[in-house]
């Protein structure tokens, strides 16, 4: 049997696989529909939300390219579909293959539903909206496999978070940030996300926090009345019921960011096995100090000693076992 011939074999009868394009397919389908049903909302544009499909569609097939093994867009997508893409966002259909996207899937339709409920900005009504979507994303199951499976969580992010600064002498309060934990399948994966995010994505200060506190070094230190609440998505293997709950604080977020006010407050340490950058809170505090001009002039700079520059090396190394174009440069890619 030839290697393409194993490759295509492999492809067919490994049940992740087919789980990941299935779940790639409700992904890029649901975004799409949900786009389209608030294009006549005065506060998404055309120009914007073509701009979200775009960077969606890009960060959907880059992952997928450097699956092992590597999945093309014809392999998930219908002929229909593809032919649509290629008339109108081509660019995508030439550059996943060798520019980096900035963020996550999850991410980005994230902060289409935080730009398109910027008024309704209670907890509760972006959760909701997200419910809605999870449910929609909804993935039957396989083999012998149950009935329903809440998408693998291949595309979808299990934590979100969401922050603000609120100081009650002023009586001044900032609006709410929300940022979603890496979501994607594979060590490789979540690597270059978390790398790409701390060279290029989040907020420096941020990025030097997550960098230093997996170090063991100088912590980021917030000013005072820094609020967070994380909520975990919550589902059932037998039934298409999703929830979310909030949850305390991992000692990861403890580690990154020592003087937030968590609520739920944290419970008793536990070991956590993800790494430093993982989380949901590194999104949303970046998102609240890009923001917040006079908040983020109030946090120092940590010290950083060049380890930025590590997380570059080691995301260029992980990218050369995959099927990622490097150039003598790492690009990434723009969807304006």
Known sequence: MSNNNKIEYVKIHNIMVQRLIKSALQFVSVTLEFVKSHQENVKLKKEDAQLYIKEMLHSVLFLLYINKPS???????SQRMLESFRRNYSDVLEKYKTHLPLRPPYSILLDL???????????EMILDCLWDLNEKMLISGMGNEEQMSANDFAFSSRVVSC??????????????????SVACKGKIQREVF??????????PKVAIGVVNASTGNETLQLPEYVYSTAYRMKSSNTTSCICYKAMPPCPRC????????????????????????????????????KAERD?????????????????QQRLIENLRNTRFLLRSNLIYYDSA
Request: charged residues 25%; negative net charge; aromatic residues 12%.
């Open 113 to 123: 539903v935080v730009k398109i409920m910027e008024h309704d900005q209670e907890d």
């Open 295 to 311: 908040l983020e002039e109030a946090v120092a700079m940590p010290l950083s000693n060049n380890r930025i520059n590590r997380r």
């Open 254 to 289: 403890l580690d990154i960011f020592p003087n937030i006010i968590f609520s739920p407050e944290a419970l008793e340490v536990y070991n956590a096995k993800w790494e430093h950058g993982n989380c949901a809170e590194c999104e949303s505090v970046s998102n609240l100090l």
């Open 194 to 203: 978390i790398d790409v995010a701390c060279v290029k994505t989040w907020h």
């Open 71 to 77: 999945i093309e867009p014809q392999e998930f997508m």
């Open 163 to 180: 922050c603000y600064f609120s100081e009650k002498s002023t009586d001044f309060k900032t609006r709410k940030y929300f940022g979603a």
